[in-house]
């Protein structure tokens, strides 16, 4: 059974940081693509960053420069990197893993099987 446990959201001020992390069992986090999705109040859940089993990345236009996704192949988990946050950062972030792809991965959240249950962010200007 694979079981993907988001941590380490908060609240911050704008042009903050924090460090997202997904423990994973189960499964290895360096077999195949996984993400970081957000969905944030009243919004559709959304792509933020995925990676591939090579380290292939694709990040949404609107974190470019500002965060970055990695994994930690000893320890078995997904981080994000979040610097430079601003308000419109405020979302639920979700770590998720498609056990079907590999290199190059998907952006679309249905194409994920496995997600953890998230862990809020909140930015304050």
């Known amino acids: 059974q694979v079981l993907l446990v988001e941590s380490g959201g908060g609240s911050v001020q704008a042009g903050g940081s924090l460090r997202l992390s997904c423990a994973v069992s189960g499964y290895s986090v360096s077999t195949s693509c996984m993400g970081w999705f957000r969905q944030a109040p009243g919004k559709e859940r959304e792509v933020v960053a995925v990676?591939?089993?090579?380290?292939?990345?694709v990040y949404t236009d609107s974190v470019k420069g500002r965060f970055t996704i990695s994994k930690e192949n000893a320890e078995n988990k997904l981080i994000l990197q979040l610097n430079s946050l601003e308000p419109e950062d405020t979302a639920l972030y979700y770590c998720?893993?498609?056990?079907?792809?590999?290199?190059?991965?998907?952006?679309?959240?249905?194409?994920?099987?496995?997600w953890g249950r998230g862990t809020r962010v909140t930015v304050s200007s």
């Open positions: 990676i591939g089993k090579t380290g292939i990345t």
């Open positions: 998720a893993a498609d056990l079907d792809r590999y290199t190059y991965c998907s952006i679309r959240p249905s194409e994920y099987t496995e």
